[in-house]
C-alpha cells in the first residue's frame, strides 16, 4: 500500500518554462510534506518543505502548494533552468514519524 | 559547513560475506535514520535513532542487519551474510529534534551503493 504517490515517473519541459511536479498522498494524518531533489550517485538533497496547517509555501524559483482536502501537494519552480535536471521526491510524515516517500519524477529540463 | 557523510560510497561483495557502513551526521543533530533505496523505488525507512536510543525499525529490516550508534555521534549499519537483494544505496539522514509535535528536516549523506555478486 502506497502511501505517497508520484503518478508521472517524468517529465520534460522547456528552459524558462515552468516545471510542475505532483504528489498524492492517502494518509490524512500526514502533517508535514517535503521535496528533495536526488541527481545520480547521490543522496537527496533538501529543496522546501510545507506544515499541514498551510497551503502554500515559497523559496525563491520553489513554490510548493498543499491541497488537504484532496490529499495532494504540487511544487513548482519558475523559470525552470537545465541544472533543475534531476529526480524529484515527495515525501510526508506525521508527528515525527520517519518520511515515507514516492517513487519519484525525473525532471529534464530541455535548453 | 560539514553534512551528513557516509563511508565507503561503494561497496562490491560475494554472496555470504559481512558489510559494515559508517555515517556521520551533522554535528548538532541528534537524530539519525538509515533508508534504502532500490532503482525506481523512493527511499524506504529502515531504522533510527536518538541520540544512542534505537527508537524504531522497520519490518524491511531483517535480523541479518543491525544498526548501533554507540555514543549518540556516528552510526553503523551491517548486514550479515549478504544476498543479492541486499543490493542498493543505503542511505542516512541526520535532523534535529525540536519536539514531538514537530517533524524534523531530514538531510541525507551521499550514500553507499552495495553491489552483492
Known amino acids: 500500500d502506497q502511501q505517497v504517490k508520484q503518478n508521472s515517473p517524468s517529465l520534460s519541459v522547456q528552459e524558462g518554462r515552468i516545471s510542475i511536479l505532483n504528489c498524492d498522498y492517502t494518509?490524512?494524518?500526514?502533517?508535514?510534506f517535503l521535496w528533495y531533489k536526488k541527481y545520480p550517485a547521490e543522496g537527496p538533497t533538501f529543496l522546501i518543505s510545507?506544515?499541514?496547517?498551510?497551503d502554500k509555501n515559497e523559496d525563491g524559483r520553489f513554490t510548493v502548494f498543499l491541497n488537504k482536502s484532496a490529499k495532494h501537494l504540487s511544487l513548482h519552480i519558475v523559470p525552470s533552468q537545465p541544472g533543475d535536471s534531476a529526480v524529484y521526491f515527495c515525501a510526508a510524515s506525521s508527528g515525527n514519524t520517519p518520511l515515507v516517500f514516492g517513487k519519484g519524477t525525473r525532471l529534464s529540463v530541455i535548453a | 559547513d560539514t553534512g551528513v557523510s557516509q563511508d565507503p560510497r561503494h561497496k562490491i561483495t560475494k554472496r555470504g560475506q559481512n558489510v559494515t557502513f559508517r555515517c556521520d551526521p551533522i554535528s548538532e543533530h541528534n537524530r539519525l535514520y538509515w533508508y534504502r533505496q532500490t532503482l525506481g523505488q523512493g527511499p524506504e525507512f529502515l531504522t533510527y535513532f536518538q541520540n544512542e536510543a534505537q527508537l524504531e525499525k522497520s519490518r524491511l529490516l531483517s535480523d541479518r542487519f543491525s544498526a548501533e550508534r554507540p555514543k549518540g555521534s556516528f552510526s553503523t549499519l551491517e548486514i550479515q551474510r549478504t544476498e543479492q537483494g541486499d543490493s542498493a544505496m543505503y542511505l542516512c539522514?541526520?535532523?534535529?529534534?525540536?519536539?514531538?509535535?514537530?517533524?524534523?528536516?531530514?538531510?541525507f549523506g551521499p550514500g553507499t551503493r552495495l553491489t552483492v555478486l
Open positions: 494518509n490524512s494524518m500526514f502533517d508535514y
Open positions: 510545507i506544515s499541514s496547517i498551510k
Open positions: 539522514a541526520s535532523s534535529k529534534d525540536r519536539g514531538r509535535s514537530r517533524t524534523d528536516t531530514q538531510y
